[in-house]
């Protein structure tokens, strides 16, 4: 697979070492933290290995669930990718429709994760894999803690999360995922102390 001339078809752009490096990583299903400035083409490098995996019938999860810690980010990353995806299907066909929704507490659209590629806050999909989602009853819970396990992974600005609350409840969903689902982790900046958490998990 020529990654850097199907990144180029998605956004244009020539990929960096980075870009293609992460997305070889994912598609081979490596759990991957990413440290890099904002601004430096995080969001595409999280959604092109997704793209990549449906185009061309790879073993793959069939949904992306992309965590964000704030309302505001998942809308405009909402907008961002739905203008990939229309691109990205100028050129390749797919089989099925890349639905992109979004959930969050002001726009509750997909409460059981049912899009192609989900967006949503990190309290929504805490929640879903605590099995007490705030978007739907209680008998419902098992479908969005089932879709977490089904799905690849990418929780966004890491950096912003409270060290002592959501923080620690992602690194308790990784520990669950790791060797069932793909995570991709994304920061601008993280504490060292932080980052070795994380590279602790995915070493293991």
């Known amino acids: 697979m020529d990654i850097p001339h199907l990144f180029q078809t998605l956004t244009s752009f020539t990929p960096r070492a980075f870009q293609t490096q992460t997305i070889t990583r994912i598609l081979n299903q490596q759990n991957t933290l990413l440290r890099t400035p904002t601004g430096s083409g995080k969001t595409e490098t999280a959604i092109a290995p997704f793209l990549f995996a449906k185009t061309f ?34 050129v390749h066909e797919l089989p099925h429709k890349v639905v992109v929704t979004l959930q969050t507490g002001e726009n509750p659209e997909d409460p059981r994760f049912e899009g192609d590629i989900i967006f949503c806050t990190i309290d929504q999909m805490l929640s879903s894999f605590l099995n007490i989602p705030y978007s739907v009853g209680r008998g419902s819970a098992n479908i969005n803690a089932g879709a977490v396990f089904a799905s690849y992974l990418v929780f966004d600005e890491l950096h912003l999360l409270d060290p ?34 994380i590279k602790n998990i995915i070493d293991e």
């Open 164 to 197: 002592e609350r959501s923080f620690t409840t992602v690194l308790k969903v990784l520990q669950q995922v790791k060797g069932i689902s793909p995570f991709l982790l994304m920061t601008a900046t993280l504490t060292d102390e932080l980052a070795s958490q």
């Open 57 to 90: 019938n790879l073993d793959f999860p069939n949904k992306l669930i992309y965590v964000v810690p704030l309302r505001t980010l998942a809308n405009s990353l909402r907008q961002r990718t739905e203008d990939l995806v229309m691109r990205w299907l100028k």
